[in-house]
């Protein structure tokens, strides 16, 4: 599969502390993006990070790239109960593919 | 403005029947994007349109899959002869651009077939 996995599947925290979600994947990139879902439904796009980032920032967001080791973090710092979704990496492969590769998701819940 | 739509929003249909799924993007966007996703799993993708050129059907499963785009506007997916293994969310998405773009999903069709 050329899918990426994300670890860990799920992750249950308290209301304030911090969540992250890691994200491997197989092949090189023009770039990953993190996208947010919510019941199961449609996904909002969180950040885009480029093959020659190394980190990004959007507000209480903050997502790392080692492209070295095929891999990406996401932290959402000071969490709240409505960031409960779960999250998935995506990656825009450099093959030319048409489409991004998802990764498996990550079940965040956020215990008030 | 308006985002993606998507109807139905549910859709039960009985093994064998055929199901037409709608996707409205968002106006001015010329890409557009079909995935499928099975319940506790990623997206899976189907087929990409963009402008007038040829659509990327590389993902799509089987012959029983297709989809058509009219113009840079509304797109359908077509299943024909569904089977118990379709069931899942199918979500759509638009976006400016090619894939080096944000792309804005839908809120999906959950398809069951019994």
């Known amino acids: 599969s050329q899918q990426g996995e994300e670890d860990p599947q799920a992750l249950s925290i308290q209301e304030g502390e911090n969540a992250t979600m890691n994200c491997s994947y197989k092949?090189?990139?023009?770039?990953l993006q993190w996208y947010r879902q919510n019941s199961g439904r449609g996904l909002v796009h969180l950040i885009l990070i480029r093959s020659n980032e190394r980190e990004k920032h959007s507000g209480r967001l903050r997502v790392t790239l080692d492209t070295s080791k095929k891999s990406s973090s996401l932290l959402i710092t000071a969490s709240r109960a409505a960031d409960t979704a779960s999250y998935f990496c995506?990656?825009?492969?450099?093959?030319?593919?048409?489409?991004?590769?998802f990764g498996t998701g990550t079940r965040l819940t956020v215990i008030p | 403005g308006a985002g993606v739509s998507q109807s139905p929003s549910n859709k039960v249909t009985e093994k064998g029947k055929d199901v037409e799924l709608r996707c409205d993007p968002i106006?001015?966007?010329?890409?557009l994007y079909w995935y499928r996703q099975r319940l506790g799993q990623g997206l899976e993708f189907l087929i990409y349109?963009?402008?007038?050129?040829?659509?990327?059907k590389s993902g799509l499963p089987s012959d029983r899959f297709s989809a058509e785009r009219t113009g840079e506007s509304v797109s359908t997916l077509t299943i024909q002869r569904t089977q118990q293994e379709d069931s899942a969310v199918y979500l759509c998405?638009?976006?400016?651009?090619?894939?080096?773009?944000?792309?804005?999903f839908g809120p999906g069709t959950r398809l069951t077939v019994t």
């Open positions: 349109f963009q402008g007038n050129s040829a659509p990327d």
């Open positions: 106006s001015g966007h010329t890409a």
């Open positions: 092949t090189s990139i023009n770039n």
């Open positions: 998405a638009s976006s400016l651009g090619d894939i080096s773009y944000e792309q804005y």
């Open positions: 995506a990656a825009q492969h450099q093959t030319g593919a048409n489409n991004l590769f």
